[in-house]
């Protein structure tokens, strides 16, 4: 049963348009999301997080949304750039477990020139 | 900047091998983890450790085991290799109780 989901395994949309990548989670215990970059044939890198106390959280082109209420969280990359083009995982750590993530399944975004 | 890194970028075993994917993370971070990650699965954690010479299973531990002697230093070992343990291994470090993880490239294992 996942706790992290993705539902859109790929979105494609234009350069300088706006990507918005979606993220639901079940656990009621989750305090804190991270959206994960990753590159083939490369290790994850860190995008940006979101403590449960915030609705939002912005950091240059990137910002993130939850709305707790819902269980939802989504990324929002204005605008997109042909190098944004990866997979983007959404991750949660709960409260009860400080230093596990669960990761959902991924996103590939292709941002087309 | 925090440096994670995996002994091999890509590894070829026959099944029946026993397999080791090191690890060394060189930020004296408190935490590592193995996942393995597979098309639609995302990242499944195997293994993670908080300390030296402790080990915590995360969801998927069967069929693998861990070492970790050395702070710096997580190692992940297949038994016995399977078919169904070609995957994508990816390492990673973090401090105490913070939530973000640094990740190594990854080391591409194919069982044959």
């Known amino acids: 049963d996942q706790q992290v989901k993705q539902n859109s395994p790929s979105l494609s949309v234009q350069e300088g348009r706006i990507s918005i990548l979606n993220c639901d989670y079940t656990?009621?215990?989750?305090?804190?999301f991270l959206w994960y970059k990753k590159y083939p044939a490369e290790g994850p890198t860190f995008l940006i997080s979101?403590?449960?106390?915030?609705d939002k959280n912005e950091d240059g082109r990137f910002t993130v949304f939850l709305n707790k209420s819902a269980k939802h969280l989504s990324l929002h990359i204005v605008p997109s750039q042909p190098g944004d083009s990866a997979v983007y995982f959404c991750?949660?750590?709960?409260?009860?477990?400080?230093?596990?993530?669960?990761f959902g399944s991924g996103t590939q975004l292709t941002v087309l020139p | 900047d925090v440096k994670v890194t995996q002994s091999s970028r890509y590894l070829v075993k026959r099944t029946g091998e026993k397999v080791f994917l090191e690890c060394v993370q060189d930020?004296?971070?408190?935490?590592m983890f193995w996942y393995r990650q597979d098309p639609g699965l995302g990242l499944r954690l195997i293994y993670f450790?908080?300390?030296?010479?402790?080990?915590e299973k995360g969801d998927i531990p069967e069929g693998y085991s861990v070492s970790r002697e050395k702070k710096e230093r997580f190692s992940l070992i297949l038994e016995s290799a399977s078919t169904n343990q070609t995957s994508m291994y990816l390492c990673?470090?973090?401090?105490?109780?913070?939530?973000?993880?640094?990740f190594g490239p990854g080391t591409r294992l194919t069982v044959l």
């Open positions: 930020m004296d971070h408190e935490n």
């Open positions: 656990n009621s215990m989750f305090d804190y």
């Open positions: 979101i403590s449960s106390i915030k």
């Open positions: 990673a470090s973090s401090e105490g109780g913070a939530g973000e993880q640094f």
């Open positions: 991750a949660a750590k709960s409260s009860g477990s400080a230093r596990q993530l669960t």
């Open positions: 450790s908080y300390d030296v010479k402790m080990k």
